[in-house]
């Protein structure tokens, strides 16, 4: 599957997009790749698009570890390979578990989730699978991680839903094409296997 948009090259960027190039290349994996080669098509958007992932990304309210949970959830849920690719080494990084990863990618609700993992992983496939969170894992979310976190947590996730629209409708794929690529599954199958019904308790995340 090939890409839909042709590599841009700093070089020939015009000077009046160049500084925002170079921010993107103080934080990007791939360089001008992945959803910025998009992005730069309207550079406007991309500046302001820019600014707003680097606060839920490096400024945010919500833990990293459960930030990059969050993002993988949406990659996985729209079979979103370069989002996925980029963020599971990051995830690493920040402490998700391995195996909380490994579950994930074969579509599964994972097993080995610490209390904040499963609270997080609640929240976002409620939200993002059925557009609703019920209001006993509203309010487990807010008792837990304070409102601030939660409406972070919320707009990451649309954040990046967005994101995996941009990457699919480009056709982005895995740079290299060295790693494994996600399954592409059907969406109603997704939904099947990662909507299961929140357990919400009262007792406080670790």
Not at 34 to 39: D, E, I
Not at 73 to 84: D, L, M, S, T
């Amino acid at each position: 599957m090939a890409e839909r948009l042709a590599p841009l090259r700093y070089q020939d960027l015009p000077l009046s997009v160049q500084p925002l190039a170079d921010d993107i290349l103080k934080v990007s994996s791939a360089g001008l790749g992945g959803p910025y080669n998009a992005l730069l098509r309207s550079p406007d958007m991309a500046r302001r698009a820019f600014d707003f992932l680097d606060y839920l990304r490096f400024r945010t309210s919500v833990d990293k570890r459960l930030n990059e949970f969050a993002i993988l959830i949406q990659a996985r849920i729209a079979n979103a390979q370069y989002e996925w690719w980029a963020h599971e080494t990051i995830a690493r990084r920040a402490g998700l578990s391995d195996a909380v990863m490994a579950e994930l990618r074969q579509c599964r609700r994972p097993a080995a989730m610490r209390d904040d993992e499963r609270l997080v992983y609640d929240y976002c496939v409620q939200l993002t699978l059925n557009h609703r969170v019920p209001d006993a894992l509203w309010q487990q979310a807010v008792d837990t991680m304070g409102e601030q976190a939660v409406v972070d947590l919320t707009v990451l996730s649309g954040t990046y839903v967005m994101v995996s629209m941009l990457l699919n409708a480009t056709q982005v794929g895995i740079p290299g094409g060295g790693a494994e690529p996600l399954e592409v599954l059907p969406p109603l199958q997704i939904r099947e296997r990662l909507l299961v019904a929140p357990a919400v308790d009262t007792g406080s995340c670790a």
